[in-house]
């Protein structure tokens, strides 16, 4: 069985940082790209980044460029999103998502989610 | 704004049918497929269409999709209550290297 599980946030000062984690089991995690895609309290889903499966082409939404960054760690089954200089605008639940291929947004399995708030 | 236009609300029926439109421009529903998936409160999106019309395995034959030019289109038929949530379009944009969601349909089975 697929399962995505993230951890990770929590509470977060403006202008901190945050890493957050996602395990994955039951599939052959070097052999899919993964991404994460965020949705702010009643609001709609965002695309976050995109990752391939050998961590080689990394894709970033403008809204996070230059202040998050997506990796991955193949032989641990893990995929990672380091968040810096955290805005209140960045208050979302943060999902992992595996991509059934790259460059096209089909996600066919999600993690429950991990909330990431603005402390202030 | 979203990149892709969805309705905001639907309503329809028990057992009725509805669709849901997705639309946008050549750079992303223009030359790429589309994907189509199902929020229920409290949950994580579920994949209920990709490349445009296919099904993952469990996904029930009431819901369908296609694609014409710039735009896509969810239907459901057979309505029922448990199909209430919110329903999100979802593509590539190879101009903005970007993935994109429409702005998200609340259906409602009233």
């Known amino acids: 069985e697929v399962q995505l599980v993230e951890f990770g946030g929590g509470l977060v000062k403006p202008g901190g940082s945050l890493r957050l984690s996602c395990a994955a089991s039951g599939f052959t995690f070097s052999s899919y790209s993964m991404n994460w895609v965020r949705q702010a309290p009643g609001k709609g889903l965002e695309w976050v980044s995109s990752?391939?499966?050998?961590?080689?082409?990394?894709y970033y939404a403008d809204s996070v460029k230059g202040r998050f960054t997506i990796s991955r760690d193949n032989p641990k089954n893990s995929l990672y999103l380091q968040m810096n200089s955290l805005r209140a605008e960045d208050t979302a639940v943060y999902y992992c998502a595996r991509g059934l291929a790259w460059e096209l947004l089909h996600l066919d399995y999600w993690g429950q989610g991990t909330l990431v708030t603005d402390s202030s | 704004q979203s990149v892709l236009t969805q309705p905001p609300s639907v309503s329809a029926a028990p057992g009725q049918k509805v669709t849901i439109s997705c639309s946008g421009s050549s750079s992303n529903i223009g030359n790429k497929y589309v994907s189509w998936y199902q929020q229920l409160p409290g949950t994580a999106p579920k994949l209920l269409i990709y490349?445009?019309?296919k099904r993952p395995s469990g996904i029930p034959d009431r819901f369908s999709g296609s694609k014409s030019g710039t735009s896509a289109t969810l239907g459901i038929t057979g309505l029922q209550t448990g199909d209430e949530a919110d329903y999100y379009c979802?593509?590539?944009?190879?101009?903005?290297?970007?993935?994109?969601f429409g702005g998200g349909t609340k259906l409602t089975v009233l």
């Open positions: 490349e445009n019309n």
């Open positions: 990752i391939s499966s050998s961590g080689s082409y990394i």
């Open positions: 979802g593509t590539w944009d190879s101009s903005l290297s970007v993935g994109v």
